[in-house]
């Protein structure tokens, strides 16, 4: 039975109460174990002597507390985690007002450290080598594939390494996927020289699942990669093709966005690709570059001439 959030509940029974919810079970699944490890991070944060946040009546929970709480984050886990879990704790403290337990959200008080947008790219010979070094070796081919579907596609790494087989439409050159982010869906042309590799990879796994399993079984199961080990191998290609170590799987995604803008693709065109559901929502991924801004100098002088 899910507990009843009253003033004298502790924050982490208001966790709990929050799991049974109607909105924590309308989350993805991938949502639902991020806020779930968060939650845990947060109620095992020690904000006074030997107590932690978990144990704090919501009653009691006060705005003191909850900046040693961000604090300790911050030192512990950097920026981008720190924020995310105390966007975590607003969500328990936002749920308990309207359970009327508590009036407020003192989370909402606490300063936040803004992160600073990351501006990576990769250049068109580095993914490349990349692909040359993984193919070449077939430890590596999964992960070469996942690298070069979401530069190609413009998609998240995360949503490549759990990409089935039921999304590759062969006879059409085309894949049908919906987003785990948001539950977007895209659909994308598959070029020839992709369709080719994908046409090899079926050959060798399509006895299961997914398009970019583990070379190697894993328990007996040829089962897809987890998010630290995509990170492993990928580090160890790079290594390999003497890549530069800045480089990430993440930065792939917006590399393919800026190319886009680079020649010229206007935003609803990006949109279509990139699965994002407004114009404000794509300008993360956005970097200013040397070729775009001559691009478009070009456009404007060669626009001049006709006047």
Known sequence: MKHQVKPTSTFAQACNSYRGSSSY???????????????????????????????IKL????????????????????????NYISTCVSIILNYSIKHEAIPHN??????????????????????????????????WRSIGLIVHMSYEWGQRVGDMRTLKW??????????????????????LPISDNL???????KEDFDFQDYVAPR???????YSHYTIDEIHILINEVKDEAN?????????????AITEMVEAGVDLVGIMQVSGHQSPQSVKPYLVNTYSGASNALERRFNNDDKH
């Open 25 to 55: 079970c309308s989350l993805k699944y991938k949502s639902q174990k991020d806020y779930a490890n968060n939650l845990t991070k947060a109620c095992a944060t020690k904000v006074s002597g030997n107590l932690m946040l978990g144990n």
């Open 243 to 255: 890549l530069p170590q800045e480089l990430q799987a993440r930065d792939l995604r917006r590399t």
């Open 59 to 82: 009653k009691d929970v006060r705005y003191k507390y909850l900046t040693v709480a961000y604090e300790y984050w911050l030192t512990n886990s950097g920026i981008r985690a720190a």
């Open 106 to 139: 003192p989370m909402a008080l606490v300063k936040k450290v803004k992160t600073k947008p990351r501006k990576v790219m990769w250049q068109p010979e580095h993914v490349t080598l990349f692909l040359d070094t993984a193919y070449n070796n077939f430890r």
């Open 215 to 221: 070379t190697e079984p894993k328990a007996g199961t």
């Open 166 to 187: 039921e999304s590759i439409k062969f006879d059409e050159k085309r894949m049908d996927l919906e987003q785990s982010k948001r539950g977007v869906d895209v659909h």
């Open 195 to 201: 369709i080719r590799m994908l046409a090899q990879q």
